[in-house]
């Protein structure tokens, strides 16, 4: 399993843009790139997942370089609710693959 | 949405006792799995389940805790005898199978139960 490096905290303030870079140097050919959200006492909530280039939902944006050594999630217009974990994780995608979670990026948005 | 349910959301047990937490996975969902956090520590996976089997565990998963699926809907993981370090909340996962080419469906939990033993 890629072993994946991001910041341990990050501040920002409401209605700003955040990025949160993962660093995945060893990553797979097969592995895919899977950013989760925690809540404190919730569980993990998925978010948005990429191979490569840019990819877009409702919530966030990916970006991955072409060499995917690293991933940036990218939340527009950050409100006091996106405070929280936020998690990259790199792995194949397969049926019975475990998620290895490390300590996140603890994210404050403040008003 | 659909949601994996976890009850209860909370348990307390004395030490040495079992028990028993409980999941729904969402209903089309094939793969199973258990997941633990201790307070302000990182989420540690326990136990993937398919086919009725387990697929992979971790080193945590030891003798003390099997899991079961009883029904079609049901997913559990037992403690058989409680120790202190068990304490932490557990977070159920499930997973759609796996079809096509870009199969790449993520993982989904629940919201966990906290589990404090004394």
């Known amino acids: 399993l890629a072993k994946t490096t991001q910041p341990i905290s990050m501040d920002s303030y409401e209605g700003q843009e955040v990025n949160i870079t993962c660093s995945h140097n060893?990553?797979?050919?097969?592995?895919?790139i899977t950013w989760y959200q925690q809540f404190p006492s919730q569980g993990p909530r998925f978010i948005i997942q990429?191979?490569?280039t840019k990819v877009t939902n409702e919530v966030a944006s990916l970006f991955i370089p072409a060499d995917r050594k690293s991933s940036t999630l990218s939340l527009p217009r950050v409100s006091l609710s996106d405070t929280a974990v936020y998690y990259c994780?790199?792995?194949?995608?397969?049926?019975?693959?475990?998620?290895?979670f490390g300590g996140g990026t603890r994210l404050m948005v403040k008003p | 949405e659909p949601e994996v349910t976890q009850t209860p959301s909370h348990q307390v047990t004395q030490m040495g006792q079992e028990v028993i937490l409980r999941c729904v996975p969402i209903?089309?969902?094939?793969?199973f799995y258990w997941y633990r956090q201790i307070l302000g520590q990182k989420v540690e996976f326990l136990v993937s389940?398919?086919?009725?089997?387990?697929?992979?565990k971790s080193e945590i998963f030891d003798d003390q805790f099997s899991v079961e699926r009883p029904d079609g809907s049901n997913f559990t993981l037992k403690i058989r005898s409680t120790k202190l370090e068990d304490s932490a909340m557990y977070f159920c996962?499930?997973?759609?199978?796996?079809?096509?080419?870009?199969?790449?469906?993520?993982?989904?939990f629940g919201d966990g139960t906290r589990l404090s033993i004394l």
């Open positions: 996962a499930s997973k759609p199978r796996l079809t096509g080419v870009a199969s790449n469906q993520p993982q989904h």
């Open positions: 060893n990553i797979a050919t097969n592995d895919y």
């Open positions: 990429g191979y490569k």
């Open positions: 994780l790199v792995g194949e995608n397969n049926a019975g693959n475990m998620l290895t």
């Open positions: 209903s089309n969902h094939l793969y």
């Open positions: 389940f398919y086919n009725n089997e387990i697929s992979e």
